[in-house]
């Protein structure tokens, strides 16, 4: 069963430390993406990629960073957490043009104290 | 700008009542369009997917959605609800081009009365 697989789902952490989110898929898709999930705001998307070692901004990238030094691996980094990161965030991958849709994984929901 | 719009954040139907979930997107270009489901504390699984090959499509868990170009809709319909439904449903669309990002309604959150 082919999947994304976050590293964690539940995560808290404390204001200012550095924060890695990782993100891997198994399907050799080119397409990588971050978004985070807030009540009342929907999926915003963060980073995303389309090839290694590319990237590109996404609506709300302040205070993020990503990597992706392998073609299955997307990681989302927090350089200095602070409480208003506090969220879900969600990666996804597709094929290029997306024609069939994302594949999203599970979650990781974020606290920041 | 292309969007995807949805009526109604909430949504709230009887046990056994008909679902109904408003999607619309905004081009005379037919999109490739989407719908997900969210159930709480976990990632987005797709319920179905419109391609160009049928307008009426029919998807995961008795769900099902009609293209219609005239009126650039993609309802998302379930004839009887159950109380498994309750969860959080988003429309998405695709233009295409050269990478063809999703773009995301802002999903509508469906209740299930007893």
């Known amino acids: 069963d082919v999947k994304v697989t976050q590293s964690s789902r539940y995560l808290v952490k404390r204001t200012g430390e550095k924060v890695f989110l990782e993100c891997v898929q198994d399907m050799d898709h080119e397409n990588m993406f971050w978004y985070r999930q807030d009540p009342g705001l929907g999926l915003r998307l963060i980073y995303f990629s389309y090839d290694v070692k590319m990237k590109e901004k996404g609506d709300i990238p302040e205070g993020y960073s990503v990597s992706r030094e392998k073609k299955e691996r997307f990681s989302l980094i927090l350089e200095s957490a602070s409480t208003n990161q506090t969220s879900m965030y969600l990666c996804?991958?597709?094929?290029?043009?997306?024609?069939?849709?994302?594949?999203f994984g599970s979650g990781t929901r974020l606290t920041v104290v | 700008a292309q969007s995807v719009t949805q009526l109604g954040s909430h949504v709230s139907v009887s046990e056994g009542a008909l679902v109904l979930l408003r999607c619309n997107y905004s081009s005379s270009v037919p999109p490739y369009l989407f719908w997900y489901v969210q159930y709480p504390n976990q990632g987005l699984q797709l319920l179905l997917k419109y391609t160009s090959a049928a307008t009426l499509v029919k998807g995961i868990n008795g769900f099902e959605a009609e293209f219609k170009k005239s009126e650039t809709s993609f309802h998302l319909t379930k004839p009887s609800a159950h109380m498994s439904d309750a969860a959080e449903y988003f429309c998405?669309?695709?233009?295409?081009?050269?990478?063809?990002?999703?773009?995301f309604g802002k999903g509508t959150k469906l209740s299930v009365k007893p």
């Open positions: 996804a991958s597709s094929p290029p043009q997306a024609r069939g849709g994302y594949t």
């Open positions: 998405a669309a695709t233009y295409g081009g050269s990478q063809g990002n999703l773009i």
